[in-house]
């Protein structure tokens, strides 16, 4: 149900920090050498041969920038539909792709390796000009402290509709600070940051540490968002999204985005919750047809009084509780609303039949024995009227 429409995609740039220069040959040669199409076969054999972090990042930054070459033809025809799971065997399988699915397999490898890393959703600046098309990026947190990895730009480059490979690790282990430069996430917390730049700054250029802001803790932030849940999480993102200023269509787009999102979690939470108020209203059915059973053979087998109040009231209460939950359920969406309507009326039958029959225990229990055999007729079934 989740359709956020943003266009992600490639582009080629040559930052002022320069070009990384490495000593990953060796990292980067047996990695060469690697031809899987699982992501669990990657990664396991990284972990056999690399025993760092750093090492092993590097790994997966070199396996998903070299082998996966940019998907030109396909740069705006992105399915939106797509699982994080179909973007990564796809990928995998046809070693190409646009930069979420560079982003989507770098987080993946990430993963699986014990690394934690987080796709970022943002936009980008070259030479001086923002770009009209979203991007996709990584971060991972290597011994500590936190980097940013664009695997698509350290991919290589377009000229004239055609994709170039060419390694670029201007784009490998970058400090946050310098990477925003040239890109900037949709959510501030993304920055990684403790003085995070707004949108209208990173338009011109203010990219400098500005200490008259407010302190951001993003490690604590972090750790607090990963907490929290998802309806909480896109709440929060989308708060800070705001905040940070909406610019541009893209973060107009992403901001929408995240609320439809919200509105689509929320209903389908709204629908378990529905969903398990079917379950306990059929399950105090069962139970009110069963005193109903027992009514109608008149009270026998012989139980206490107090069993007797108990297999009346049992039912009455779970009753009451959905009666009570249904009405605090929120949207579940207008396609749903007959449905509600029906139950809504199910419970309240069901409810006021309760209700007599607790009457009537009531009743019946304040009696003497001699008076008490006098009391019984036959009732109906809940939902099954008898002859």
Not at 5 to 25: C, K, W
Not at 35 to 46: G, N, Q, V
Not at 226 to 231: C, Y
Request: glycine share 6%; proline share 2%; hydrophobic share 40%.
């Amino acid at each position: 149900m989740r359709n956020i429409f943003i266009l992600f995609s490639f582009f080629f740039s040559f930052l002022s920090f320069g070009q990384v220069t490495t000593g990953y040959a060796l990292i980067d040669g047996k990695m060469a050498a690697v031809s899987a199409t699982s992501a669990e076969s990657i990664a396991k054999y990284i972990n056999a041969n690399f025993k760092t972090d750093t090492d092993k990042i590097r790994a997966i930054f070199y396996w998903t920038a070299s082998t996966i070459s940019y998907d030109v033809a396909n740069m705006y025809a992105v399915n939106f539909d797509e699982t994080v799971q179909e973007k990564i065997t796809k990928t995998l399988q046809t070693k190409k792709g646009v930069c979420i699915h560079y982003a989507t397999v770098f987080n993946e490898l990430s993963s699986k390796v014990g690394i934690e890393s987080y796709i970022i959703e943002g936009y980008t600046k070259q030479n001086g000009k923002v770009g009209n098309l979203a991007h996709a990026w990584a971060a991972a947190n290597i011994d500590g402290v936190w980097y940013v990895f664009d695997p698509t730009w350290g991919a290589g480059y377009v000229n004239n509709g055609k994709f170039y490979k060419k390694l670029n690790n201007a784009y490998f282990k970058v400090e946050p600070a310098k990477m925003i430069a040239s890109h900037i996430p949709f959510d501030y917390l993304w920055q990684f940051l403790n003085y995070p730049i707004t949108n209208g700054e990173f338009y011109e250029g203010k990219i400098q540490v500005n200490k008259s802001k407010k302190y951001f803790d993003f490690k604590k932030e972090i750790t607090k968002q990963n907490a929290l849940s998802e309806i909480d999480q896109l709440f929060e993102s989308a708060a800070r999204i705001e905040k940070n200023g909406i610019k541009n269509a893209m973060i107009l787009e992403r901001y929408e985005g995240k609320k439809k999102e919200l509105a689509s979690v929320r209903q389908n939470t709204n629908i378990e919750k529905l969903n398990s108020i079917v379950i306990e209203l059929n399950e105090a059915v069962v139970l009110l047809n069963d005193f109903i059973y027992y009514r109608n053979n008149k009270f026998k087998p012989t139980f206490s009084d107090e069993e007797i109040n108990k297999m009346i009231q049992t039912p009455r209460e779970k009753l009451a509780k959905c009666q009570n939950n249904i009405y605090s359920i929120g949207s579940v969406g207008t396609e749903n609303g007959s449905n509600v309507a029906s139950i809504k009326k199910s419970i309240e039958t069901a409810l006021a039949q309760a209700d007599e029959h607790a009457l009537f225990v009531e009743n019946y229990l304040s009696k003497s024995k001699i008076v008490r055999k006098t009391m019984f007729s036959k009732v109906s079934w809940f939902g099954v009227p008898l002859n």
